[in-house]
């Protein structure tokens, strides 16, 4: 097992209307992707403090070969900027394998904590090496729909990690999409049911 304070993520989300024209302008700016993996994230509340309310993020993620506990704090002024721009440090702990997900549930269960949601989605990658910190995902959700998430791992200020994510938005042409400000876990919850994802397509 291992425990990770990760740097801050600042990040936006945007609901994705064309992934064609999207994925030829990735290709063009040179990220290469990795995936797509499909991910099922279960999250938890306390019993005493809505999560929702606070927006605080519990979870277990699942997929292929791996699996992880994910806590993300709540959030105020400072995490969420009036343009969208979330900006949260994680911690995460590493299980050893996927078949430790079903004892971290029976934890996160043992200790009182209540499950809220189920998300599944299918998840693309895309990574470029003269951009370090840099990762830009495209989800499609079950009962959501298809997003696009441009990340920068920031060890300083945040001001500078959000003028290189506006940089990125405006080189891929998505900087007019909507953006979306509620978790996939509250878009899953308020939304209705879907077919199950095949991690080929």
Do not use: W
């Not at 993996?37 to 005493?48: F, G």
């Amino acid at each position: 097992m291992n425990v990770s304070m990760a740097p801050i993520e600042v990040e936006r989300k945007r609901a994705l209307e064309d992934r064609a024209a999207l994925e030829r302008r990735l290709e063009t700016a040179g990220l290469v992707a990795a995936g797509p993996i499909v991910e099922i994230d279960t999250y938890y509340s306390r019993p005493d403090v809505d999560f929702m309310e606070t927006v605080e993020c519990l979870r277990v993620r699942e997929r292929e070969g791996g699996c992880e506990i994910t806590y993300k704090p709540a959030s105020d002024a400072t995490t969420h900027s009036a343009a969208g721009v979330i900006a949260k440090k994680e911690t995460d702990v590493a299980l050893a394998d996927a078949d430790q997900a079903a004892r971290a549930h029976d934890l996160l269960g043992a200790l009182g904590m209540v499950r809220l949601a189920r998300v599944e989605k299918r998840r693309v990658c895309y990574r470029d090496s003269g951009r370090p910190g840099l990762s830009v995902v495209v989800d499609t959700v079950v009962g959501a729909g298809s997003f696009i998430e441009t990340e920068i791992l920031s060890e300083g200020p945040s001001q500078e990690a959000v003028r290189r994510l506006e940089e990125v938005e405006r080189l891929l042409g998505v900087d007019t999409l909507p953006v979306v400000t509620s978790p996939y876990r509250d878009l899953v919850m308020g939304g209705g049911a879907s077919v199950p994802l095949d991690a080929s397509g």
